[in-house]
């Protein structure tokens, strides 16, 4: 009986300290905190850096010159009906 007893008692004490050592569940909603608002900056800086590399790739810029081309006959074409 009185092995039962010591290992209930270690097994407490054992339990006790294991509890002691963890993070509170503050601590814990804090840390969480700080990860998803890390996650999220992260998240955003390579949002930013893609966007940036698609917005400047030679595809973008020809289709933008290729555009602003149309737009200009168009422009010269309505200029020229008017007069």
Known sequence: MR?????AVLLLAL???????DDSLAERFSN???QITEFSKNVAE???????TITTSEFAENTRNWFTEQFQK??????????
Not at 3 to 7: E, K
Not at 15 to 21: D, H, I, K, L, N
Not at 46 to 52: C, L, Q, R, S, Y
Not at 75 to 83: S, Y
């Open 3 to 7: 092995l039962y007893l010591a290992a």
């Open 15 to 21: 339990v006790a300290y294991t509890e002691a050592q």
């Open 32 to 34: 969480f905190g700080d």
């Open 46 to 52: 390579k949002a930013k850096t893609h966007f940036d």
């Open 74 to 83: 168009i422009k010269n074409k309505v200029n020229e009906m008017a007069q």
